[in-house]
């Protein structure tokens, strides 16, 4: 059975810090890994992965995968009050995504 | 010019009613997505059409009914409401073309059984 699992589950900062978020994963016909955040509403996309080592950037964030080890990581820098929010890590199969639990992220000022 | 619009955003409701949430996206995608998004987050697929096709049906009680007229809509039907199914729904799409999906989402459906 497809299985994504991301951790830690959760996880409170403080602004400034730099944090790390886990996502592996077990998908059959695998194509692409996404990140979303999600705030209030719908999830937000961020970023999509498919080759092995190139990583992603958009600002303070930035994500790597690898496709040896079936895993993929998150990077927020200088995180602020804004980035507090669930991400949302997805592995995309030949029909559907299958998305893990999700990291809820709280960045005290 | 919302891009995935799902009505209604909010819904309460009494245990053993029946209920719809309709889906519209103006991405001109050929595949649509049911999600249902539990009390700990958790985003899981429902069903997925592709041009009006049923493609995937998980594990999902009989009580639960899409319905696609045409390829920009997908509708969620839902008998006999029980408890466990306050829930968000969320409903997605996506163009089925290069190395993988990206999902873009509506704002979700909040339904309450009471």
């Known amino acids: 059975e497809d299985k994504v699992v991301q951790s830690p589950l959760s996880l409170v900062v403080h602004e400034g810090d730099t944090v790390t978020l886990n996502c592996s994963y077990e998908v059959t016909n695998f194509r692409s890994l996404l990140w979303y955040k999600q705030e209030k509403k719908a999830p937000t996309f961020l970023f999509m992965l498919?080759?092995?080592?190139i990583e992603k950037k958009s600002g303070r964030l930035s994500s790597i995968l690898d496709k040896k080890e079936l895993f993929s990581i998150l990077n927020i820098t200088a995180t602020q009050t804004g980035d507090s929010a669930v991400y949302l890590c997805?592995?995309?199969?030949?029909?559907?995504?299958?998305f893990g639990q999700g990291t809820r992220l709280t960045i005290n000022p | 010019d919302t891009a995935v619009s799902q009505t209604p955003k909010y819904l309460v409701t009494q245990m053993g009613n029946d209920k719809s949430i309709k889906c519209e996206q103006n991405l001109g995608h050929d595949t649509m997505y049911w999600y249902k998004q539990d009390s700990k987050k958790f985003l899981k697929i429902m069903f997925s059409?592709?041009?009006?096709?049923?493609?995937i049906n998980e594990t999902v009680p009989n009580r639960f009914s899409p319905k696609s007229p045409d390829k920009a809509h997908l509708n969620l039907h839902i008998n006999s409401l029980e408890l466990g199914d306050s829930a968000v729904y969320f409903c997605?799409?996506?163009?089925?073309?290069?190395?993988?999906?990206?999902?873009?989402f509506g704002e979700g459906s909040w339904l309450t059984v009471v």
């Open positions: 997605a799409s996506s163009q089925v073309v290069g190395p993988g999906n990206t999902i873009y």
């Open positions: 498919t080759s092995s080592g």
């Open positions: 059409y592709n041009n009006k096709e049923l493609i």
């Open positions: 997805a592995g995309s199969g030949a029909q559907k995504l299958v």
